[in-house]
């Protein structure tokens, strides 16, 4: 068990609809970051937010937006679905340390028709 | 060119084999390197964390970093069945910093 908790674990939208996605961190790990993970693919990263500001960010549109809340919970929005955000979505969390390495959650599921 | 290169496979090896997954890269900024095991519908599952080149042993795992060739290993010993799984290199420049991800090889040991 990582402590890496994310809900739904699945989820299926229209092209052009909006979704919010949900994770919850250890107590103390306030750095979580978000991977997106095609079929078949490695994950890539979506961005990272050390105690509720964006950390860095991949090579993904602003219609990606994050947020992290003080009770180490986080979400992920997108909007305007389109067919390729079809994915798994994963949150990861750390304590931010240095040699402090990235724990996954199970992912959200997320097909977009 | 990709920054991490992996082999997809899929390989598949007799139970009590030696496996053996690779990883090359080409950015030399790179000094975090990390494997992980994903099984199918679950997130990844961190096995191995080495800071910089040298080997690390945990168990029947084995990483090692070469990073004069840019290039990583995992070795499994006695491989098992509960050991067939997707595994993922990952890397990084930095603690904090996003991690570069192999695409993966499915590994299927039979019994």
Known sequence: ETGVTQSPTHLIKTRGQQVTLR??????????????QALGQGPQFIF???REEENGRGNFPPRFSG??????????????????????????????????????????RLTVT | ???VEQDPGPLSV???????????????????????????????????YTYSSGNKEDGRFTAQVDK????????????QPSDSATYLCAMS???????IFGTGTLLAVQP
């Open chain 1, 48 to 50: 990272q937010y050390y």
């Open chain 2, 14 to 48: 007799p139970e009590g084999a030696i496996v053996s997954l690779n990883c090359t890269y080409s950015n030399s900024a790179f000094q975090y390197f990390m494997w992980y095991r994903q099984y199918s519908r679950k997130g990844p599952e961190l096995l191995m």
């Open chain 1, 23 to 36: 994770c919850s961190s250890q107590s103390g790990h306030n750095t979580v970051s978000w991977y997106q």
């Open chain 2, 68 to 79: 004069s060739s840019k290039y990583i290993s995992l070795f499994i010993r006695d491989s």
């Open chain 1, 67 to 108: 947020l992290q809340f003080p009770n180490y919970s986080s979400e992920l929005n997108v909007n305007a679905l389109e067919l390729d955000d079809s994915a798994l979505y994963l949150c990861a969390s750390s304590l931010g340390q240095s040699n402090s390495p990235l724990h996954f959650g199970n992912g959200t």
């Open chain 2, 1 to 3: 060119q990709k920054e």
């Open chain 2, 93 to 99: 420049a930095t603690a904090r910093n996003k991690l």
